[in-house]
């Protein structure tokens, strides 16, 4: 199960830290993504993480995102967070973290919403301008 939070009203501009907190024993063994939607459109990829036998944890974003937001992981608290700087109108969507077997999921696959098993229930985030 995976919920989120941290969503909510913010200024163009302003910041915010989303974060998705997953039940289970296996975090680690877990890649994790958060997607958003805004209304009338598909869900798009915003961020993902894993890890890399050799490189350790890998982290994806979105062009749209990339240099604003930084996806980041605490398995001790079996945690996913997603920080989101500089936000813009064109942000505000519906939120939602999802998650993968690694070995479920080549880093290619990531990207794509049907690649996941488990999804949150998603927060809203509103940036205004």
């Known amino acids: 199960q995976l919920v989120e939070s941290g969503g909510g009203l913010v200024q163009a501009g302003g910041s915010l830290t989303l974060s998705c907190a997953a039940s289970g024993r296996t975090f680690s063994s877990y890649a994790l993504a958060w997607f958003r939607q805004a209304p009338g459109k598909e869900r798009e990829f915003v961020a993902a993480?894993?890890?890399?036998?050799?490189?350790?944890?890998?982290?994806y974003y979105a062009d749209s995102v990339k240099g604003r937001a930084t996806i980041s992981r605490d398995d001790s608290k079996n945690t996913v967070y997603l920080q989101m700087n500089s936000l813009k109108p064109e942000d505000t969507a519906v939120y939602y973290c999802?998650?993968?077997?690694?070995?479920?999921?080549?880093?290619?696959?990531?990207?794509?919403?049907?690649?996941?098993?488990?999804w949150g229930q998603g927060t809203q985030v509103t940036v205004s301008s």
């Open positions: 999802a998650a993968v077997l690694q070995e479920h999921a080549g880093a290619l696959l990531l990207r794509h919403p049907v690649t996941y098993d488990y």
């Open positions: 993480i894993n890890w890399s036998g050799w490189s350790g944890v890998m982290t």
